[in-house]
């Protein structure tokens, strides 16, 4: 590591560009000067090595270049991803990102929000399970996966058209007996239309379709009692299985295990999220794949664009099918 | 989500508190003030929702209650653990986490530096693979993983020490023929102790103990000709092999299982990290476990500390053993 004894400073500039303070001011403040000043004083502070103070410099044109990112967890791999995007995509707008985690807190989001508006960000990119938050208005605000009002555009993958895609998977592979498994969170969200989707397909076909769905606070017994109560002669009454994320999938395909069942053989299971091994690794299991990426990319951008007077209040994304070894196909 | 019409200002505050602007001020830039001012102007401020400019707080006092963190990637587990950490610990101490994602690139972690400068953080937190790092000395700054100097305090995990009791855990566990394996950064770092300490405990015991060290670049099939060289009447040369990962073990128990071996009855395998699926579920294998939320908080506390003329250069903490079905217990 190399060391550097004191920072040029703005005088330090001016005299090296042979201009005035003021010019230098007004060039790092974005205030128009001639274009041979310009040049002058940016080829200086370039020799200098001089670096603006981007805190003097959001107090004056009142912006910070500064996104608050609120996540409730970035351990859970989709969330980590989401916030890799969303980072990567400010950065290369020239903007910082301010990450705040919440904990699923709703008391917490409130104060991450409160937080962040003491800081002057110029946005807030949110992933929140509070539905009440009270965010100042003044403020732009993209909101994942949760739809606020109206007025709070919202990202999303398309959640609805992923529920569906999921049965005709199964559909084609051969199932007949399907069954929709989701465990979340008390808060309503965009995700609910996973099993919404899921249903509509075999609704729309006159076949029945089980579901069972759990709020986090009942944990996960009920779903392995309700499978081992669906067992009759060693076979269970469902033929394929639509779990509302991948980790959930996984611990199914356990419970599955357990009662004797293979997976894909006896009973095929397709996740939600297309996740995978150590970030970069296989997928965990069959799933339809929410594009993390454009997510963060949209939700970006709509949160920076200089007219928002028009934004849509939903956009839903494409999703994917992957197969990962718990479909035949 | 509730709106607000204007937000109240100081003098506002100053009003409602029956003080002068000046005093209000000083309270909200921590300068001693009559501790009944204070108290007056803090219950007005709370009263109106006062909300205080953290940016011009940063300009006057010079400390922005902010701090960068640095990774290469954060959808790795070990680096989303890591940050989760890093800004839960930050938070609880009042300060902001700036995040910034290098991709690995030393001329990314490099521009990544010059740009937190800018942002006059009051530190830096680290991961990097850019030896040549060249930091402003007299911002405090702490490395995770690197050793760059004596003058720059290094925390890490006890790599060296991991890496012993994963060769002692295999020996107590039967095996004779061990074996380390290492995939990463060409760039010398604290986890190429691992091996040292794996090693180390064999020569002491004047057992032969091979190895294969490979950067990146080469990728993992160098190790699968490897194992398959090693084979011999259906046997392998080896019965317990250290991987420098998590992800590696994983990668190294599929091409065992191409050879036709089972783990942990033919070979026994220890990686290195402690990552579990989805964070929170089972380890992915048997597994050196690194005190991932002791980092970060350590990491936090040598970069907060009031006085860092004392600070040691390199802290290395405890890492525990895991088992996670690669091997016999």
Same mark, same amino acid.
């Given at each position: $590591? ?6 040029? +400073? $703005?005088? !330090?500039? #001016? ?48 912006? +910070? @270049? ?8 970035? *351990? /859970?791999?989709?969330? %980590?991803?989401? #916030?890799?995007?969303?980072?990567? #995509? ?6 910082? *990102?301010?990450? %705040?985690? +919440? ?8 104060? @991450?929000?409160? $937080? ?59 199932? *007949? ?21 899921? =249903? ?6 006159? $076949?029945? @379709? ?19 109560? /669906? ?7 469902? !033929? ?21 069942? =293979?997976?894909? =053989? ?10 995978? /091994?150590?970030? +970069? ?16 990319? *949209? ?7 200089? !007219?928002? %007077?028009?934004?849509? %209040? ?16």
């Amino acid at each position: $590591m190399k060391q550097r004894d004191s920072a040029p +400073t $703005m005088k !330090d500039v #001016a005299r090296e560009a042979g201009v005035a303070l003021g010019t230098v001011s007004k060039v790092f403040n974005d205030i128009p000067v001639g274009e041979d000043y310009r040049k002058r004083v940016e080829e200086a502070a370039r020799r200098l090595g001089y670096q603006v103070n981007s805190y003097a410099r959001g107090l004056k044109t009142n912006r +910070t @270049c500064s996104v608050a990112l609120i996540l409730p967890d970035i *351990t /859970h791999p989709f969330f %980590s991803a989401l #916030a890799q995007g969303v980072c990567s #995509a400010l950065a290369a707008r020239g903007y910082r *990102t301010i990450l %705040s985690i +919440t904990a699923y807190d709703p008391e917490a989001e409130q104060k @991450c929000i409160q $937080m962040v508006q003491q800081n002057k960000v110029d946005g807030i990119i949110g992933l929140t399970y509070n539905p009440e938050l009270d965010i100042d208005p003044r403020l732009p605000y993209v909101s994942i996966d949760r739809y606020f009002s109206p007025s709070v555009p919202c990202v999303a993958s398309d959640n609805f058209g992923g529920g569906q895609l999921a049965a005709e998977k199964l559909l084609e592979l051969g199932c *007949t007996r399907p069954l929709f498994l989701r465990i979340g969170s008390r808060v309503p969200g965009e995700s609910d239309k996973r099993g919404d989707g899921f =249903e509509s397909v075999f609704r729309q076909r006159g $076949m029945a @379709c089980a579901a069972l769905r759990l709020n986090n606070e009942e944990g996960l017994e009920p779903i392995r009692d309700f499978l081992a109560g /669906h067992m009759d002669g060693g076979q269970l009454d469902f !033929d394929g299985i639509f779990c509302v994320n991948d980790a959930l999938a996984v611990r199914v395909r356990d419970f599955l295990a357990e009662l004797g069942l =293979e997976v894909p =053989e006896d009973v095929q299971l397709i996740g939600f999220d297309g996740l995978r /091994h150590f970030a +970069t690794g296989d997928f965990y299991c069959s799933t339809i794949v929410q594009p993390v990426g454009r997510l963060a990319e *949209t939700g970006v951008d709509m949160l920076l664009r200089e !007219d928002r %007077s028009n934004l849509p %209040s939903l956009v839903c994304l494409p999703v994917t099918y992957a197969s990962g070894g718990t479909t035949k196909e």
